[in-house]
């Protein structure tokens, strides 16, 4: 199993900053890429940021310079720093990885719980 623990949710003024976080424990060899999603009430969840075990990243066009993904492949955590956020930021955040785990060829995709996110004045 493979378990992803988000924190940092929470509310903030639209121009504020939260930092999400998400720490990955369990039964795995290497962790591949990385990422954060959302889900807002009524939408289709979307891929907000992306990071490769070295680092390369992809942005959500809705988020690009705002929003910056990084990852600390020591401590396996990948954390979401958001700036300048706005209402429309408003979702349920979702930390995903893939993951090479023993005894299995295709790697193994895993989902956190969600932190919500609330932008409001």
């Known amino acids: 199993q493979v378990y992803l623990v988000e924190s940092g949710g929470g509310l903030a003024p639209p121009g504020g900053s939260l930092q999400l976080s998400c720490a990955v424990s369990g039964s795995f060899i290497t962790i591949f890429d990385m990422a954060w999603y959302r889900q807002a009430p009524g939408a289709q969840r979307e891929l907000v940021a992306k990071v490769t075990p070295t680092g390369g990243t992809d942005y959500a066009d809705s988020v690009k310079g705002r929003f910056t993904i990084s990852r600390d492949n020591t401590k396996n955590t990948v954390d979401l720093q958001m700036n300048n956020l706005r209402p429309e930021d408003t979702a349920v955040y979702y930390c995903?990885?893939?993951?090479?785990?023993?005894?299995?060829?295709?790697?193994?995709?895993?989902w956190g719980r969600g932190t919500q996110v609330t932008v409001v004045i």
């Open positions: 995903w990885t893939q993951t090479k785990v023993p005894r299995k060829f295709d790697p193994r995709t895993s």
